[in-house]
């Protein structure tokens, strides 16, 4: 499944001003590269933690809906095979009286008298039949109610989950190949074709790096525009703001997960509204 993010958040500047939120992949890492923040023994097992906890939460919903579901079955089961053994136990009775009534209604002319109490202890049991297999179904329907009721209430912390794991190794990936911030960040750029002052807002432990690449990422954008490289400490490590005359582009990785979450929290909504209206 793909889901294209348009984020919906804009701030006005004039009548002609937006901003918006970019979205972007990663590139393929260039040739040379050297990394700048190597991942840490901490980081790495961090990680790893979290993915554990992840396939942990989602085997524990699992089994627990699978025991309801066994339990269910053999309830079922079990509710079935007493039903079968009454129904068999009652008719070797009622043939047993059956012989000794026909024989009873011979002898005394009501014959009709005994065939239709005959139909009606008939219709009893089958009533008793059915209501066995209700029962039956009842529980089997909420066993698995309640297996769609686990994982619904696991979605919600497992999209903030995997939200973490997928910033943590953004972060390695792009602390391990700088040069895919250059391509992210030309990326960027090239949306604002715009003439006039373009400023590139960076996290300040990157600004060195950013600046010394000014000449490549002055190809991504108008040659009539001037590009200005600020550090901006409301970015963090990696990812950038552009602000232009006509509006900002958001491009910080934060803000991108954000929009993901965000995403994803609203599929799973309308998922178990869809699943409560079928």
Not at 210 to 232: C, G, H, T, Y
Request: aromatic share 6%; hydrophobic share 35%; proline share 3%.
């Amino acid at each position: 499944m793909s889901r294209v993010i348009k984020p919906q958040f804009y701030i006005t500047l004039d009548d002609r001003k937006e901003i918006n939120v970019a979205s972007y992949s990663l590139p393929h890492p260039a040739q040379h590269e050297t990394p700048l923040q190597p991942v840490s023994d901490e980081e790495e097992a961090e990680l790893r933690e979290l993915l554990r906890m992840k396939d942990r939460i989602l085997q524990d919903a699992e089994n627990v809906a699978e025991e309801q579901i066994r339990q269910a079955l053999e309830e079922a089961a079990g509710l079935r095979a007493a039903a079968q053994q009454e129904i068999e136990g009652w008719w070797e009775e009622r043939r047993s009286q059956d012989r000794e009534a026909a024989e009873e209604a011979r002898q005394s002319g009501f014959q009709q008298g005994f065939q239709a109490g005959q139909e009606q202890a008939e219709v009893k049991v089958l009533e008793q039949y059915d209501q066995l297999l209700g029962d039956a179904r009842t529980v089997l329907e909420q066993a698995y109610d309640l297996k769609r009721q686990i994982i619904q209430e696991s979605e919600p912390f497992l999209v903030e989950l995997a939200t973490a794991i997928a910033g943590k190794i953004i972060q390695r990936e792009l602390s391990s190949n700088p040069q895919w911030v250059i391509e992210m960040t030309k990326g960027v750029l090239a949306r604002k074709r715009e003439k006039g002052t373009v400023t590139l807002c960076v996290s300040p432990k990157q600004f060195a790096y950013i600046r010394d690449a000014r000449d490549e990422l002055k190809l991504s954008v108008d040659s009539q525009a001037e590009l200005e490289i600020l550090p901006d400490s409301t970015i963090d490590d990696f990812g950038c703001v552009v602000r232009t005359a006509f509006g900002s582009i958001d491009a910080r990785v934060d803000t991108q997960l954000k929009e993901i979450k965000l995403a994803l929290q609203q599929l799973s909504m309308e998922t178990a509204e869809g699943e409560e209206e079928a």
